[in-house]
Nanobody, 114 residues
Framework: VQLVESGGGLVQAGGSLRLSCAASSNMFSFNAMGWYRQAPGEQRELVATIAGGGTTNYADSVKGRFAISRDKSFKTVSLQMDALKPEDTAVYHC?????????WGQGTQVTVSS
């Protein structure tokens, strides 16, 4: 299965973007999904995750600004990003966990200008 992201782009500081991610196969229903990001020269870091029961987890740096959500079938996940800052600039990767294995999307670029 592949995870396909959409919704990245260029936005000014203080603006908003919404990222979406969908599994390429209808046969999959993930146990957990989320978003990680990687800035140039930095390690990949967790942004937000959501588990099957709806429990969410956010990086401290995005709490109160980002909101993760998923569809009932757990085949798609979205990330609403508000009050964006230049330090949010990174490639955002969709993540899914199913039967003990991690799945990753190719990534979508988010650039926040000051």
């Amino acid at each position: 299965v592949q995870l396909v992201e959409s919704g990245g782009g260029l936005v000014q500081a203080g603006g908003s973007l919404r990222l979406s991610c969908a599994a390429s196969s209808n046969m999959f229903s993930f146990n957990a999904m989320g978003w990680y990001r990687q800035a140039p020269g930095e390690q990949r870091e967790l942004v937000a995750t959501i588990a099957g029961g709806g429990t969410t987890n956010y990086a401290d740096s995005v709490k109160g600004r980002f909101a993760i959500s998923r569809d009932k079938s757990f085949k798609t996940v979205s990330l609403q990003m508000d009050a964006l800052k230049p330090e949010d600039t990174a490639v955002y990767h969709c993540w899914g966990y199913w039967r003990g294995r991690d799945y990753w999307g190719q990534g979508t670029q988010v650039t926040v200008s000051s």
